[in-house]
């Protein structure tokens, strides 16, 4: 079992007004873990920190303080540390348009994982194993999506993509940010499916960002909300639904789509 933690992180901007300097807190002492096999939501507005984590997780970015560890290891730097950290850490991005190449095939983005992290692998190995991820994120027959550019695909069928290449270094951390926002709604949840059953398969331990406390709910077994950089709220996913502490987690659960709710005000107003 892999597990991934922050402790006490903190992560500061200097912002600069002529000559005036202010420190911005993107990020302030938030400490969680994530396990293999669970699912933790993350969860607040635009602006409230969410993206900056998923950046430190990723080593993309520095934590000011704090240490982020796996498997009580801090995120090494030299080549091979990298590697491993990369081959067990993996990303699905928010939008499937800008995360694939439109110049190259589906088969391309999903191989160079593979080689990079399977190098022992033959040719025709790897050309199995693109076609098996494929089908595995139901793009069947993965023979024939192989072939195909992202620009002949939809929205739905690219994030599929972008998951295949999450997977392909088989991870045991994925990080999804807002992985559905930028489909269409009839879409998300058949996208939302598919990583659940993934983790389940796979044993995964995801990071699921959101701004939607209602997909959160849904697809989560604990539950953060981050407001302002810091975590104001983590426990549970239907504790924090049924009897949330926080105002601002009030607001949030308010804000959800709620099909039942809207049904009663239609019926009201009729």
């Given at each position: ?118 190098p022992d692998l033959s040719k025709e190995e790897i050309h199995k ?50 992985p559905v926002s930028a489909l269409d709604v009839s879409i998300r ?82």
């Amino acid at each position: 079992m892999t597990t991934m933690q922050m402790k006490d992180v903190v992560k500061e901007y200097t912002l600069r007004n002529g000559l005036k300097t202010s420190t911005l807190f993107a990020v302030n002492h938030v400490s969680f873990s994530l396990e293999s096999g669970k699912t933790v939501g993350l969860v607040g507005q635009s602006g409230s920190g969410k993206s900056t984590i998923a950046k430190m997780l990723l080593g993309l970015e520095k934590p000011t303080k704090g240490a982020i560890l796996i498997d009580g290891k801090p995120i090494g730097h030299s080549r091979e540390e990298r590697q491993w950290f990369n081959k067990n850490v993996q990303m699905v991005f928010q939008d499937p348009y800008a995360s694939l190449n439109p110049y190259h095939t589906v088969e391309h983005h999903i191989a160079r994982p593979l080689k990079i992290h399977h190098p022992d692998l033959s040719k025709e190995e790897i050309h199995k194993r693109v076609v098996d991820l494929l089908d595995r994120v139901r793009l069947s027959p993965g023979e024939e999506f192989a072939s195909r550019l992202p620009g002949e695909l939809s929205g739905g069928q690219r994030q599929r993509v972008a998951i295949a290449r999450a997977l392909a270094p088989e991870p045991s951390i994925l990080i999804a940010d807002e992985p559905v926002s930028a489909l269409d709604v009839s879409i998300r949840l058949g996208v939302l499916n598919l990583i659940a059953q993934l983790q389940r398969d796979e044993n995964l331990g995801i990071l699921y960002i959101t701004h939607d406390m209602a997909t959160a709910r849904y697809f989560s077994d604990e539950i953060m909300v981050m407001r302002k950089g810091e975590i104001v709220e983590h426990g549970p996913a239907d504790d924090i639904i049924l009897h949330p502490q926080h105002e601002y987690t009030k607001t949030l659960i308010g804000a959800a789509p709620d099909p039942e709710r809207r049904l009663k005000e239609l019926k009201r107003i009729g």
